[in-house]
């Protein structure tokens, strides 16, 4: 099932600030007219990771940044992180540009499958990482063991990381992204990976940094997630910016379909003035309509009650951020990422 | 500083728990012990070879190090993306790869003090004790020959893979040894060719400044101006090398 792409109802997008103008003070995370592309050294061929990407995440907010797989999200985070260099383009970080590492202080970042010095201890490394954001050497003691124990590790500080599983080692990564209680959150991927209790975990120390006021961006395939925890969505397709929006407004303009649950089976022919809108789904004992216009759901009961079809339930269905999404997808032409060859 | 101080720290406990530079140090010691073993083919220079072999033992273990693990010690962080967790942080890239620098030299700094204490205790033993001095002048000279031959390792490391890495900087090694040679044989040379060759002389390390293996088995210290020079001449090729590698790596992606 699928929903067609609505263009987007909101008015035309404010004119785009110069490159050189300052950053606008209440966005966390700025970038204005940002490009990378990688040029392969033996072939010369020139693969665009990200284009004239706008992207404006204000302070506080949760934000989902979401694409298929080559899309750019992981590109755009590893600029915003110091991880890459921009071809092109700006960006910024609580104010500060990417390319100085001081806007990295206020910064927590959990990469794609986060990796470890597997020689050091969970109180070790979270040490290392609170000292080198800049905490003092007792203040980071301190606060390590406080996350670890905070992200259920503390019953045993010394272990060495190669004896951590994946998920703990999931869950050390957060800890270090929060150990120096940043005010800026990006994540790529948090939950991949993870099992439904570890999925939960990561949910609940989103919204609970939300609370606290910390802004979160985080990219993520699993869409009831995003769906839970976002204020806003971003949707980047074949490098860029398609959509940003809160979810909310997304679901407004994706329209709204009524399902009619009918006793046995149907066999009436469908009214040729609703063929267009109607369809129906024969299961065991029942059959499913379904209205793609919803103002027309009178006229489709009364049609079903002259039919003398037993309606069980109707009821009214909201397209999913997912079924959104993979209609944006579709739309632009990446409904497949295994065809699409850009790198991420 | 700060960074460079836990870049370095924690550098040199990924190095001192891993067990090759434990083995390393076991290996050397027994080495030395090792020499007596052919004091009787010495014909009368066992106490020069007991020396002399110790020293090269600390030099050539130094290197085995060097190669082992400073050749992939930042291409390590990279293809692990362990790099990923560091300079995500307020860690400008320049003090992450003088960071690293120190952390290795450190360690190797250890090693060799431990190998050349084992080599000061066997000549006390031996009741060659008067050359203590020599022995710790030419242990000194050796730990700035590993210094400077990690900073190489460290740019090599930052820029290409850890095998490549590895015969880079032991092609640096070689060159560096016979510099002089080099620049003797330049002199010769036709044209181009002899300054080609002055250039590459110029430009690898001039490493027979740090050898005094063949003095320290006399039992002979050095000037003190010869250690000086020899040290700002390290402090002045690590510099060199590492601000080079660093400007390499400024504009690295990590993928």
Redesign the interface.
């Known amino acids: 099932m699928t929903v067609s792409a609505m263009p987007s109802p909101t008015p035309a997008p404010p004119a785009r600030p110069s490159l050189d103008a300052p950053p606008d003070p209440a966005l966390a995370v700025e970038t204005r007219a940002l490009w990378k592309s990688?040029r392969n050294p033996w072939t010369m061929r020139v693969t665009r990771g990200i284009e004239d990407l706008d992207l404006g995440v204000r302070r506080g907010e949760v934000v989902g940044y979401l694409g298929p797989n080559g899309a750019g999200k992981t590109t755009t985070i590893?600029i915003l992180?110091?991880?890459?260099?921009a071809t092109r383009g700006r960006a910024w970080l609580l104010g500060g540009r990417v390319e100085e590492?001081?806007?990295?202080?206020q910064?927590g970042?959990l990469?794609e499958?986060?990796?470890?010095?597997d020689?050091?201890s969970g109180i070790e490394y979270l040490e290392?990482?609170g000292?080198?954001?800049?905490l003092g050497a007792h203040e980071a003691g301190g606060r390590a063991k406080q996350w670890l124990g905070r992200v259920g590790l503390g019953q045993d500080p010394r272990r060495i990381l190669r004896k951590y599983s994946k998920g703990m080692l999931q869950r050390l990564?957060l800890a270090?992204a929060l150990v120096h209680e940043p005010e800026l959150l990006i994540l790529d991927e948090p939950m991949s990976g993870l099992d439904p209790f570890g999925r939960r975990d990561v949910r609940e120390l989103i919204l609970e940094q939300r609370e606290r006021g910390t802004t979160v961006m985080f990219s993520s395939h699993i869409l009831p997630d995003v769906e839970m925890l976002c204020d806003r969505v971003a949707i980047v397709l074949k490098g860029r910016l398609e959509r940003m929006a809160t979810v909310g407004e997304l679901m407004r303009g994706s329209g709204q379909r009524i399902e009619f649950r009918c006793a046995g089976r149907s066999l009436a022919a469908l009214p040729t003035e609703l063929a267009a809108v109607l369809t129906r789904n024969e299961r065991p004992d029942e059959t499913v309509f379904t209205l793609a216009d919803a103002t027309r759901q009178q006229e489709a009961l009364a049609w079903l009650v002259s039919q003398h079809v037993e309606v069980l339930a109707v009821t009214p269905q909201r397209a999913s951020l997912e079924q959104l999404f993979m209609a944006t997808a579709e739309g632009r032409g990446t409904g497949d990422p295994e065809r699409d060859a850009r790198s991420a | 500083m700060?960074?460079v101080w836990?870049i370095a720290r924690?550098t040199y406990?990924?190095a001192t728990?891993?067990r090759v530079l434990l083995g390393m140090t076991i290996a050397g010691v027994v080495a030395m012990l090792g020499t007596q073993i052919l004091q009787p083919l010495a014909l009368g220079q066992g106490d020069r070879l007991t020396v002399d072999l110790g020293l090269t033992i600390i030099s050539m273990l130094g290197l085995l190090a060097v190669l082992m693990v400073g050749t992939s010690l930042v291409a390590k962080e990279i293809e692990?993306?362990?790099i990923?967790?560091?300079?995500?942080?307020?860690?400008?890239r320049p003090l992450y790869l003088v960071g690293k620098w120190a952390g290795l030299s450190a360690a190797l700094w250890t090693v060799s003090g431990l190998l050349g204490l084992a080599l000061c205790a066997l000549l006390t033993v031996k009741g060659l004790g008067a050359r203590t001095p020599a022995v710790l002048e030419a242990v000194y000279l050796a730990g700035l020959e590993l210094s400077v031959v990690t900073a190489i390792a460290v740019m090599c490391s930052a820029l290409s893979t850890p095998v490549l890495s590895a015969l880079y900087t032991l092609g640096f090694y070689c060159v560096g040894q016979w510099s002089g040679d080099l620049r003797q044989f330049a002199t010769g040379a036709p044209g181009a060719l002899g300054t080609l060759l002055r250039v590459i002389a110029d430009l690898v390390p001039n490493l027979p400044v740090f050898n005094m293996r063949t003095l320290a088995a006399g039992g002979f210290t050095t000037a003190p101006l010869h250690l000086g020079l020899a040290s700002g001449y390290a402090v002045l090729y690590i510099g060199c090398v590492l601000a080079l590698a660093a400007a390499a790596f400024e504009?690295r992606?990590?993928k």
Do not use: V
């Open positions: 990688y590893k992180t110091g991880l890459h260099k590492p001081r806007s990295r202080r910064l970042f990469p499958q986060p990796y470890f010095y020689y050091l290392l990482a000292r080198l954001s800049g990564g270090a | 700060n960074a836990l924690n406990r990924e728990r891993d692990r993306r362990t990923f967790n560091l300079l995500s942080r307020p860690l400008p504009s992606d990590f």
